[in-house]
């Protein structure tokens, strides 16, 4: 690929680390609180049931399809509400699940790669998630950051990554997406003008349906070692 990117924008979930794991934990971390403080709603929503339970909600409030944090409030407010408990306890419910939702484990080449790649280039954090990077400890990492929830979109549609290409003020051709989905991150950024790499950790075979990455890597390490090895440093304004 002969292109030179002047920026990057870097999916987060399951391109810096893997997200069950996470999840799983705040999952587990919730359900607790719930025990000790709404034992009602926790012997009726335990860890399956809530999960059930916030998918429901997930189908029920489409206008919410891009806002992880409200679909979740809201289904511990149903639940509380649904079991007796007081549904003034929505948001201790959700920082028991929130803290643990930010406490992640890294792919092993991640955080190296991270900042390399930011020593050298403006990165945008851009993700349908709601992962905290200062919680995480990466924010210094990023120039900005482009959430589905404060965007009102989500990926793949391209306004998303064109709001994500107008705050590091770059055309969407300056841009490199980088993301582990073939349709969220590759295939989105494809519709909105802008090249990708893949990181394809699993290696797994590209689905024939959708428009290829420009680049593809096992790690993000990988990646940072091609752009070593092709590309000088990028302009400066």
């Known amino acids: 690929m002969d292109f030179v ?23 587990l971390a919730l ?13 009726k929503y335990p860890i399956v049931a809530m999960r059930e339970l916030r998918e429901r909600i997930a189908a029920d409030y489409p206008e919410y399809a891009h806002d992880f944090t409200r679909q979740r409030k809201l289904s511990l407010e149903h639940a509380l509400r649904d079991s007796g408990d007081d549904q003034g306890h929505a948001d ?3 920082e028991a699940f929130y803290s643990h939702r930010n406490r992640i484990d890294f792919y092993p080449d991640a955080l190296a790669a991270l900042e390399r790649l930011a020593a050298r280039y403006p990165i945008a954090a851009l993700t349908n998630g709601n992962a905290d990077l200062a919680r995480i400890g990466i924010a ?3 120039a900005v950051y482009v959430s589905a929830r404060g965007e009102g979109h989500a990926k793949p549609d391209a306004p998303i990554f064109h709001a994500t290409c107008t705050k590091l003020g770059v ?15 590759i295939a989105g950024a494809a519709r909105a003008g802008i ?3 893949w990181i394809n950790r699993r290696e797994e075979t590209w689905p024939d349906h959708l428009p290829r990455p420009d680049l593809e890597f ?10 070593d090895a092709h590309h000088s440093l990028p302009e400066t304004a």
């Open 5 to 27: 990117p002047r920026a990057l924008s870097l999916d987060l979930d399951d391109t810096l680390w893997p997200i069950w794991p996470a999840i799983e934990r705040a999952e």
């Open 218 to 227: 096992t790690t993000l390490a990988a990646l940072a070692d091609w752009l």
């Open 92 to 94: 201790e419910a959700f």
């Open 140 to 142: 210094g990492h990023f």
């Open 31 to 43: 359900h607790a609180f719930l025990s000790e403080r709404c034992p009602r709603t926790a012997a």
């Open 171 to 185: 055309s969407p051709d300056q841009l490199l997406h980088i993301g582990d989905d073939p349709l969220l991150d």
């Open 195 to 197: 090249r990708s790499c």
